[in-house]
């Protein structure tokens, strides 16, 4: 499917109008065909190749051949795929220098110019970034849609963002796909827990044929993280009992805590989430249910054989009048918490200023 670079430049100048920032248009490096695609019209060819895993490949060869589906619901259903196959690797996070309040920097080794290594390194778990679940996302269509003349596909880049997304244009609509969007809980943690898929932005739709994909794609899905688990715990408040834990004399304060802890213990039963998805969820509860102003994010060191298969993942510390607790996503429980913690030798927690890895020691995907 060879791209049409006018199409591509419309899409771009409707993402970029639609989010408010410059992107650049990534195409797949195997089609390096067209000479005339330069950096000069923000189009460059991506760093990494386009390959497919192969139990996606297959599920993508098999849905293609499903003549009972609309090529919207197929769309939705892979993008579904992905998003239950994987989980986000946070461990990016700790190689981000920012810049300025709109720019960031983070080596290109981490996910975007990648080999072979790396690449092997990845089939040995299910964490991956934007760059690579974005062209998981990318080839599948191009795939899908591979006897669409009409239809183009690409990668954007918001480069001070260090993000990618998908953009998918045809003639009845133009969308942007976003799995992973770090502003919020990502659709990789919202669709594995029953949440609506927030990561679609319908740009162009003459006459509603995504958009109506989309709602009954979302039927059934509740759209914020707090009252899904208030629904929940609704559910079991018959045949379950309250959790036996005192924090303190404060009713309201043992409220609070009680709430967070039955939130945790709903995604760990039910959905046995991932801990970065334990992470995004409880962070928007928190900031919900409590204030932004009683949490801070920390890191916990996850050790490697070396230094370049260590990782860093965020917890959470909430300060509730004098008392300190941590939700330790990788051990998923809630707990108190001490700042004489970090000051340990060798810390399995630590500030999170403390936290940035020195891109002299990349870390190499495992």
């Not at 880049?157 to 502003?183: I, M, N, P, Q």
């Not at 609704?234 to 043992?254: L, M, T």
Request: proline letters at 3%; glycine letters at 4%.
């Amino acid at each position: 499917m060879k791209p049409n670079r006018t199409e591509l430049k419309r899409l771009n100048s409707l993402i970029d109008n639609n989010l408010h920032r410059k992107h650049i248009i990534v195409l797949d490096p195997e089609d390096k065909e067209d000479k005339d695609i330069g950096v000069k019209d923000n189009i460059i060819y991506d760093g990494g190749s386009w390959n497919l895993p192969e139990t996606l490949s297959a599920f993508v060869e098999s849905i293609s051949k499903n003549n009972q589906m609309s090529p919207e619901d197929k769309t939705l259903a892979i993008y579904e795929k992905i998003c239950l196959d994987y989980v986000y690797d946070d461990n990016l996070i700790s190689y981000i220098q920012k810049k300025n309040d709109n720019s960031f920097f983070v080596p290109d080794e981490y996910g975007r110019k990648i080999d072979e290594n790396w690449e092997k390194n990845r089939e040995k778990h299910n964490r991956r970034i934007c760059y690579e679940v974005s062209r998981y996302l990318a080839k599948s269509l191009s795939v899908l849609f591979k006897d669409r003349p009409d239809v183009n596909i690409c990668i954007f880049w918001d480069k001070g963002l260090t993000h990618y997304f998908v953009g998918l244009s045809g003639r009845e609509y133009s969308v942007a796909l976003d799995l992973d969007d770090f502003t919020y809980i990502k659709d990789l943690t919202r669709i594995k827990t029953d949440l609506t898929a927030d990561g679609i932005q319908i740009l162009e739709d003459r006459h509603g044929i995504f958009k109506s994909a989309v709602d009954k794609f979302n039927e059934g899905r509740e759209k914020y993280a707090t009252v899904a688990i208030e629904k929940e715990l609704e559910k079991r408040e018959k045949n379950e009992e309250q959790p036996e834990v005192v924090y303190s004399n404060d009713e309201e304060e043992n409220e609070e805590m009680i709430f967070i802890q039955n939130a945790i213990e709903v995604l760990k039963e039910k959905y046995e989430i991932d801990s970065q998805g334990m992470f995004e969820y409880m962070k928007e509860i928190v900031d919900t249910k409590m204030g932004a102003q009683y949490r801070k994010k920390v890191w916990k060191v996850m050790k490697g054989e070396d230094e370049q298969e260590k990782r860093h993942i965020r917890c959470l510390v909430i300060t509730l009048k004098n008392q300190k607790y941590i939700i330790d996503v990788d051990k998923q429980i809630l707990r108190p918490f001490s700042a004489d913690e970090f000051d340990m030798e060798d810390p399995e927690f630590l500030r999170y200023q403390d936290g940035t890895r020195d891109w002299g020691e990349p870390y190499n995907g495992k």
